[in-house]
């Protein structure tokens, strides 16, 4: 049974970073598409990067720049590095793998973890 168990939530002041890891048990996804997505209260869940099979990076223009995200197929474990955090970025944040090379799309994800909140005070 394939798992995806996300960590490093938490509350943090504007500006602050924060570090989120989503391990993968279950099956190896080192040729495959991993990715984050987050969800706001009142908000449909929405896209915020992508690492594909062969670590090329993807993100959403909103977090362009301020975030990070890696992967270490040893572990089996996809990481989301938040720099400069913003009041907007509170969310609870999603990891999710594909059975694709690369995927965008939350359509395109068959695994997802059951989340962690984010909370950016102002």
């Known amino acids: 049974q394939v798992q995806l168990v996300e960590s490093g939530g938490g509350l943090v002041q504007a500006g602050g970073s924060l570090r989120l890891s989503c391990a993968a048990s279950?099956?190896?996804?080192?040729?495959?598409?991993m990715g984050w997505f987050r969800q706001a209260p009142g908000k449909e869940r929405e896209f915020v990067a992508t690492?594909?099979?062969?670590?090329?990076?993807y993100y959403a223009d909103s977090v362009k720049g301020r975030f990070t995200i890696s992967r270490d197929n040893a572990k089996n474990t996809v990481y989301l590095q938040m720099n400069s955090l913003k009041p907007e970025d509170t969310a609870v944040y999603y990891c999710?793998?594909?059975?694709?090379?690369?995927?965008?799309?939350?359509?395109?994800?068959?695994?997802w973890g059951q989340g962690t909140q984010v909370t950016v005070s102002s």
């Open positions: 999710a793998a594909s059975q694709l090379l690369v995927a965008f799309t939350s359509l395109q994800y068959n695994y």
């Open positions: 690492i594909s099979w062969n670590s090329n990076t």
């Open positions: 279950g099956r190896t996804f080192t040729n495959n598409a």
